[in-house]
């Protein structure tokens, strides 16, 4: 409950923050956003690596927990950096840090973790710096298409991939294997599984959901909706496409024949429900599980890994679900060191300090790294994940966007989406409520509606 | 006839007067029993949550039943070794933070309080009339409402994701002010002020030495308050600390609580208990320890003598 009223004080805090914030990138030159041209490489690697040699003061924002690690290597490989690492808050919470000190002008940190949902918002506010400047374009090919997709907008590059979760569907085979359901191939099996276990015990779900933004908008992209178009200061909501449609069609039958466990991911509940077997499967990023292991403990050896359901037969379309990216601020003191922090966490040696320490890569060579892709997981049985989820990252289905609003309208999706998982309003009413609120929110910013 | 009547009558009525004066203390209601019980069990049962959830292991609180024991270890003394160990013991440090911004802001609050409020009560001057009808406004100002504007300011002056962030704001205490007021005004008699300037006191002299002695009960009251407030305080040091470091306990808390919550993060819940169990024994204890002055201290001013 608590939580609860604390993320609304916190929605509104960063809602007028954001406005203060719009309203003057509002004034500035707008062709400069949805131009397109990337600008051109004034700081050379030579540049940075003296930079690192010379040495300073980094502050870094961020909650990624393995990143301790990559500090410390790094201060050790670079001794005169001394990198002060904050964790100020997990994502929305630091988001408000963030918009309060851009807002005031200072303590804003040199480098921030910021979510590839949340990236545009902070990318068109001119808040980040564009890694144009110090050649990043050259990097494109060292991470795979759907981080790198993510971290480009308008033609800049706001941030280094840090790591991405393409989706697979994790599920308890122990349960599965009781009532004698086959892992769903379509998400038309899946409805049938949820149907035939709910049956077989009221109290077991194949699923879990109360309404998360997150979930729904990589299940739109997965079935190759593209509702939010955003060109420059143009933007646009539709979800009438056929994509949207097809995730409707699937989810709306599941809430109203309640075959949803009514129970919030990542609250106590969920985690029991994962360790005890009562949610049966679970949709998800491939960072999910290091969270199993540490969180979810004696579910240890019942579950495995699938690939994602598909909305056709035999296809292979995959969505990113969360992920995150280091960006640099416009105002960081010490931009030119800052980058060669990125990269060493983000694309050099911490790459595979992360990894070892069950963080789930962005960049290709990881991912077709045979050492990697062998990896057995105990908790998946001894099974092999890593093979199914490099194959999810390669099927995420290109041209997805978010929109420069994203953080706001995450914020308001329980009141307008969350409604159909809990009353009588259908999806559709919903996400015809989520994109009014948030298209006039997006207006209030001075942006073009269409 | 009349007599009789008069008789039969006087008893009845010397007996009335007793009884109802009796009666408060000796009859005993079953409904009011009833609902006092209620309400102990209901502040009770967090408290008894707390307690019995500190003895179990992070996979023994998904896999037992909330307000009974579990069959697992029985991790209490672990959880505790645990809590004061993680991340290198930065529970510790977070204690320390809250009794630097109790002792300091709490302690500053109240001793500006007595100070104004003795000030307001019992001197007249100029303004007097405006700084009451401040003091009363400030009061119906909720913190929480102030916290941005005061964020924006601090920033100005660079004092953001310092102690001093939390501190200063904390010095500040509307209600306690208004408390010493009323309660210097009823506690102090004038007279013996007036005594104190004719044997040659000087102002100072005589708040000191006569002054606060008289005010013990409003001052712990005072410094109970805000010491609950300061040492509960959330939203002023979520909006104004970054660095874990400076964090107190409520923020360090809930950022434990928070880390399950993302990608990779390892779930602690059981230290999130444990720290919660030691974060609210101190105030506990000064409740406690406290609870013969407060008492008077609240009741003063209420009657009219």
Same mark, same amino acid.
């Given at each position: 409950? %608590?939580?609860?009223?604390?993320r609304?004080?916190?929605g509104?805090?960063?809602?007028?923050?954001?406005?203060?914030?719009?309203?003057?990138?509002?004034?500035?030159?707008?062709?400069?956003?949805?131009?397109?041209?990337?600008?051109?490489?004034?700081?050379?690697?030579?540049?940075?690596?003296?930079?690192?040699?010379?040495?300073?003061?980094?502050?870094?924002?961020?909650?990624?927990?393995?990143?301790?690690?990559?500090?410390?290597?790094?201060?050790k490989?670079?001794?005169?950096?001394?990198?002060?690492?904050? !964790?100020?808050g997990?994502?929305?919470?630091?988001?408000?840090?963030l918009?309060?000190?851009?807002?005031?002008g200072s303590?804003?940190?040199?480098?921030?973790?910021?979510?590839?949902?949340?990236?545009?918002?902070?990318?068109?506010?001119?808040?980040?710096?564009d890694? !144009?400047? $110090?050649?990043?374009?050259?990097?494109?090919?060292?991470?795979?298409t759907?981080?790198?997709?993510?971290?480009n907008?308008?033609?800049?590059?706001?941030?280094?991939?840090?790591?991405?979760?393409p989706?697979?569907?994790?599920?308890n085979?122990e349960?599965?294997?009781?009532?004698?359901v086959?892992?769903?191939?379509?998400?038309?099996?899946?409805?049938?599984?949820?149907?035939?276990?709910?049956?077989?015990?009221?109290?077991?779900?194949?699923?879990?959901?109360?309404?998360?933004?997150?979930?729904v908008?990589?299940?739109?992209?997965?079935?190759?909706?593209?509702?939010?178009?955003?060109?420059?200061?143009?933007?646009?909501? !539709?979800?009438?496409?056929?994509g949207?449609?097809? $995730?409707?069609?699937?989810?709306?039958?599941?809430?109203?024949?309640?075959?949803?466990?009514?129970?919030?991911?990542?609250?106590?509940?969920?985690?029991?429900?994962l360790a005890?077997?009562?949610?049966?499967?679970?949709?998800?990023?491939?960072?999910?599980?290091?969270?199993?292991?540490?969180?979810?403990?004696?579910?240890?050896?019942?579950?495995?890994?699938?690939?994602?359901?598909?909305?056709?037969?035999?296809?292979t379309?995959?969505?990113?679900?969360?992920?995150?990216?280091l960006?640099?601020?416009?105002?960081?003191?010490a931009?030119?060191?800052?980058?060669?922090?990125?990269?060493y966490?983000?694309?050099?040696?911490?790459?595979?300090?992360?990894?070892?320490n069950?963080? $789930?890569?962005?960049?290709?060579?990881?991912?077709?790294?045979?050492?990697?892709? !062998?990896?057995?997981?105990?908790?998946?049985?001894g099974?092999?994940?890593?093979?199914?989820?490099?194959?999810?990252?390669?099927?995420?289905?290109?041209g997805?966007?978010?929109?420069?609003?994203q953080?706001? %309208?995450?914020?308001?999706?329980?009141?307008?989406?969350?409604?159909?998982?809990?009353?009588?309003t259908?999806?559709?009413?919903?996400?015809?409520?989520?994109?009014?609120?948030t298209?006039?929110?997006?207006?209030?910013?001075?942006?073009?509606?269409? | 006839?009349t007599?009789?009547?008069?008789?039969?009558?006087?008893?009845?009525?010397?007996?009335?007067?007793?009884?109802?004066?009796?009666?408060?203390?000796?009859?005993?209601?079953?409904?009011?029993?009833?609902?006092?019980? =209620?309400?102990?069990?209901?502040?009770?049962?967090?408290?008894v #949550?707390?307690?019995?959830?500190?003895?179990?292991?992070?996979?023994?609180?998904f896999?037992?039943?909330?307000?009974?024991?579990?069959d697992?270890?029985?991790?209490?003394?672990?959880n =505790?070794?645990?809590?004061l160990?993680?991340?290198?013991?930065i529970?510790?440090?977070?204690?320390?933070?809250?009794?630097?911004?109790?002792?300091?802001?709490?302690?500053?609050?109240t001793?500006?309080?007595?100070?104004?409020?003795?000030?307001?009560?019992?001197?007249?001057?100029?303004?007097?009339?405006?700084?009451?009808?401040?003091v009363?406004?400030?009061?119906?100002?909720?913190?929480?409402?102030?916290?941005?504007?005061?964020?924006?300011?601090?920033?100005?002056?660079?004092?953001?994701?310092?102690? #001093?962030?939390?501190?200063?704001?904390?010095?500040?205490?509307?209600?306690?002010?208004?408390?010493? #007021?009323?309660?210097?005004?009823?506690a102090?008699?004038?007279?013996?002020?007036?005594?104190? +300037?004719?044997?040659?006191?000087?102002?100072? +002299?005589?708040? @000191?030495? =006569?002054?606060?002695p008289?005010?013990?009960?409003? =001052?712990?009251?005072?410094?109970?308050?805000?010491?609950?407030?300061?040492?509960?305080?959330? @939203?002023l040091?979520l909006?104004?600390?970054?660095?874990?470091?400076?964090?107190?306990?409520?923020?360090?808390?809930? &950022? #434990?609580?928070?880390?399950?919550?993302?990608?990779?993060?390892?779930?602690?819940?059981?230290l999130?208990?444990?720290?919660?169990?030691?974060t609210?024994?101190?105030?506990? &204890?000064?409740?406690?320890?406290?609870?013969?002055?407060?008492?008077?201290?609240? &009741? &003063?001013?209420?009657?009219?003598?």
């Amino acid at each position: 409950m %608590s939580a609860l009223t604390r993320r609304r004080l916190l929605g509104a805090a960063l809602a007028s923050a954001v406005t203060i914030g719009l309203a003057a990138c509002g004034s500035d030159d707008d062709s400069s956003t949805g131009g397109g041209t990337a600008a051109a490489q004034s700081v050379s690697d030579a540049d940075v690596e003296a930079a690192l040699q010379a040495g300073g003061n980094l502050t870094v924002w961020a909650w990624e927990p393995t990143l301790t690690k990559v500090v410390a290597e790094f201060q050790k490989k670079y001794p005169k950096v001394k990198v002060n690492l904050a !964790n100020v808050g997990t994502s929305a919470d630091q988001y408000t840090a963030l918009q309060n000190a851009f807002q005031a002008g200072s303590g804003i940190p040199d480098v921030a973790q910021i979510e590839y949902y949340a990236l545009p918002q902070f990318a068109l506010q001119k808040n980040l710096k564009d890694l !144009n400047a $110090f050649g990043a374009a050259s990097l494109k090919d060292q991470y795979n298409t759907g981080p790198w997709n993510s971290v480009n907008s308008g033609g800049g590059i706001y941030g280094l991939p840090m790591d991405s979760g393409p989706m697979a569907l994790f599920y308890n085979k122990e349960v599965f294997d009781k009532y004698k359901v086959e892992v769903p191939k379509t998400w038309t099996e899946f409805l049938e599984a949820a149907r035939t276990i709910h049956k077989a015990d009221p109290k077991v779900y194949i699923a879990n959901d109360t309404g998360d933004a997150g979930f729904v908008t990589s299940m739109i992209w997965q079935a190759g909706g593209k509702p939010y178009t955003v060109d420059g200061e143009n933007v646009g909501i !539709n979800f009438a496409d056929a994509g949207t449609q097809e $995730f409707v069609k699937v989810w709306q039958t599941l809430i109203s024949e309640k075959l949803l466990a009514p129970i919030t991911s990542w609250s106590d509940q969920w985690f029991q429900g994962l360790a005890n077997g009562s949610i049966a499967s679970l949709a998800t990023g491939a960072w999910m599980p290091a969270n199993f292991v540490t969180s979810a403990a004696s579910g240890s050896g019942k579950w495995r890994a699938a690939e994602l359901p598909q909305y056709t037969a035999g296809g292979t379309a995959s969505a990113e679900n969360g992920g995150s990216s280091l960006a640099i601020t416009e105002k960081a003191a010490a931009s030119t060191l800052a980058y060669g922090f990125l990269k060493y966490a983000n694309q050099g040696d911490g790459v595979k300090i992360r990894v070892d320490n069950g963080a $789930f890569p962005a960049t290709s060579a990881t991912l077709n790294d045979p050492n990697w892709l !062998n990896t057995e997981f105990d908790y998946f049985g001894g099974q092999k994940a890593n093979e199914v989820f490099a194959k999810s990252a390669q099927g995420v289905v290109s041209g997805w966007t978010y929109l420069p609003v994203q953080v706001y %309208s995450n914020s308001v999706f329980n009141d307008t989406v969350g409604k159909a998982y809990v009353s009588n309003t259908t999806l559709t009413d919903g996400l015809k409520a989520w994109q009014d609120q948030t298209l006039n929110y997006a207006k209030d910013q001075g942006f073009t509606v269409k | 006839m009349t007599t009789m009547v008069t008789a039969a009558q006087a008893p009845e009525t010397d007996e009335a007067p007793t009884r109802r004066g009796k009666n408060p203390r000796t009859k005993k209601s079953i409904v009011l029993t009833l609902l006092t019980g =209620i309400v102990l069990i209901y502040s009770l049962l967090p408290l008894v #949550w707390l307690l019995i959830n500190s003895t179990k292991t992070q996979d023994g609180l998904f896999t037992s039943f909330g307000l009974w024991f579990d069959d697992g270890p029985f991790a209490f003394f672990s959880n =505790i070794a645990d809590t004061l160990t993680y991340n290198d013991g930065i529970f510790l440090r977070w204690l320390g933070n809250t009794l630097l911004y109790v002792v300091i802001g709490a302690g500053g609050a109240t001793f500006l309080a007595v100070l104004a409020g003795y000030g307001l009560a019992k001197f007249d001057f100029v303004g007097k009339k405006a700084v009451f009808a401040i003091v009363i406004g400030a009061v119906a100002v909720p913190g929480t409402a102030l916290a941005v504007p005061t964020f924006l300011m601090f920033a100005k002056l660079g004092l953001t994701n310092t102690p #001093w962030a939390v501190i200063i704001p904390s010095l500040i205490t509307p209600f306690g002010l208004y408390l010493m #007021w009323t309660f210097a005004a009823e506690a102090v008699p004038t007279e013996i002020l007036e005594a104190a +300037r004719v044997d040659g006191s000087g102002e100072f +002299r005589t708040f @000191f030495r =006569i002054v606060l002695p008289l005010l013990a009960p409003g =001052i712990v009251t005072v410094l109970l308050f805000s010491m609950v407030a300061t040492w509960n305080n959330y @939203f002023l040091p979520l909006i104004m600390l970054r660095d874990p470091d400076w964090y107190p306990l409520t923020l360090g808390l809930n &950022a #434990w609580n928070a880390q399950a919550a993302t990608a990779g993060g390892e779930a602690i819940f059981n230290l999130v208990i444990t720290g919660s169990l030691l974060t609210i024994i101190p105030l506990l &204890a000064a409740f406690l320890l406290l609870q013969r002055y407060w008492q008077s201290g609240l &009741a &003063a001013g209420s009657v009219k003598e």
